[in-house]
């Protein structure tokens, strides 16, 4: 099975954190605090704003999608995609949502190379 890097950078309450998986293709993956290992639900479990992202950037196989999901289970924020062997770092882009505990950021991939 191959896996694919995936990851995120996040400015929370002005700090920067960096959210990452090597996710296996064709699945659905949680991404986790890279310096913690926790979950973003509880990494800010006590509730903050995501003001800024950068990425998300991925390798190998194609995303179908990298999503915020609240508590419910339901679609906060999807993040735009980007594969870096075909282009540079994008730039930071303004986000503005919430995130607490028990949100999860996951990354959806296919089984086949985009």
Partial sequence: MTK???????????MP????????????????????????GDTFSSGAVITHARGAYVENYAPLGITLLNEQ???????PAQRLEG?????MYA?????ALNYQLVVTTSASLA
């Fill in 17 to 40: 954190f960096l959210f990452s998986v090597d996710a296996d293709d064709g699945s659905q993956t949680e991404l986790t605090n890279l310096v913690s290992g926790r979950s973003i």
């Fill in 95 to 99: 986000v503005g949502v919430n995130v």
């Fill in 87 to 91: 282009q540079n770092a994008g730039p």
């Fill in 73 to 79: 289970g339901n679609v906060a924020y999807e993040f």
């Fill in 4 to 14: 694919s890097h995936v990851s995120i950078e996040l400015h929370v309450n002005g």
